[in-house]
């Protein structure tokens, strides 16, 4: 049994419908300050809690047996965390901290670890690979650097086998009844705006790429999954692992792209808003994902538009089931 922290999220929900579809069974941890209730299929054993509560994680991974926890929880928003630091460190420091407390009490001794990209700040490189140095330029990523270094250390002390899985932009759905319902990111932002009859905006024009907008890797949610539960089996097999892979695809997509690409799928033409640079942006960061290719299933299966026009016909499919609920 694999316990999966925020696991009624947007990357969470499809990590446990990965996990689902292996026949692996998981318990999910989540107190929905983000997540949603309807996102976790009935059959999932579920606690509704905070990783802050040590008690409660402890009595999950008692009660279910647990064997090894995808750490999903957390909060995510680099460019708020600018503002919010504290909140940010206590909900991926500290929480990250009481989960691995209760783990240890627990006896669990595998995690796969929800890093980011963000631990590398701006590259000094076109392409970051897992050796590139780390440079967090804001509080959420210097967060989940933390957090990859409360693991490392517990390896060494304890045995705990661990990997961290460094995210780039995570987009699109693998289920017609799941989607990112963060007011933050930017295919919610984009795809959201265009759904009210509203422009979207664009923060930054005057970055150094070039059409001047940030240069991002874009990978699909449920590819994205299933290298999750890979992890698991990899830990399960006892086979080697790396402390960290990339998740990403080697190439770069813009934010201009994205408005493009949002506009014909959409069939809705705009000229995108301009407003200034969010705090904690770098201009760009694509990464080489060979090594989690090799070692974790990881393949790029979806185009960008096809990550589009997923997110766009559930978004769609999920305000025509609310009109008729209303």
């Known amino acids: 049994m694999w316990l999966v922290t925020g696991g009624a999220g947007y990357i969470g929900s499809h990590v446990v419908r990965a996990f689902a579809g292996e026949g692996i069974p998981v318990v999910v941890l989540d107190d929905l300050s983000s997540g949603h209730e309807s996102f ?3 059959e999932i054993p579920r606690v509704y809690a905070s990783i802050l509560d040590r008690e409660a994680v402890l009595t999950a991974l008692r009660t279910y047996g647990v064997t090894g926890v995808v750490h999903v929880a957390g909060y995510k928003y680099a460019g708020v965390s ?7 460190y206590e909900q991926n420091v500290t929480g990250t901290t009481v989960l691995l407390s209760a783990m240890a009490e627990a006896g669990v001794s595998r995690i796969v670890f929800s890093s980011s990209a963000a631990v590398y700040g701006t590259p000094h490189t076109e392409v970051v690979t897992e050796d590139t140095a780390t440079a967090p330029e804001s509080p959420y990523g210097e967060s989940k650097l933390i957090g990859e270094w409360l693991l490392r250390d517990l390896g060494v002390a304890g045995g705990l086998v661990h990997t961290s899985l460094r995210y780039f932009n995570v987009v699109g759905t693998g289920f017609p009844d799941i989607v990112d319902t963060s007011p933050h990111n930017l295919f919610p932002l984009v795809l959201g705006a265009l759904m009210a009859g509203k422009t979207p905006t664009v923060f930054g024009r005057d970055y150094p790429t070039e059409d001047g907008t940030c240069v991002r890797d874009y990978v699909h949610v449920a590819d994205l999954a299933r290298s999750h539960v890979a992890a698991a089996l990899r830990m399960e097999r006892g086979e080697s692992i790396l402390p960290a892979y990339n998740l990403g695809s080697g190439a770069g997509v813009s934010v201009g792209d994205i408005m493009r690409t949002a506009a014909r799928v959409s069939g809705i033409p705009f000229e995108p808003v ?5 705090g904690g942006d770098p201009a760009r960061i694509v990464a080489d994902g060979q090594a989690a290719a090799r070692d974790l299933d990881w393949q790029m299966r979806h185009s960008l538009e096809d990550m589009l026009r997923s997110d766009w016909e559930a978004r769609r499919a999920r305000e025509k089931s609310m009109q008729v609920e209303g």
């Open 82 to 88: 600018v503002r919010r630091p504290l909140h940010t």
């Open 274 to 278: 301009s407003a200034p640079r969010r």
């Open 40 to 42: 976790v299929s009935a």
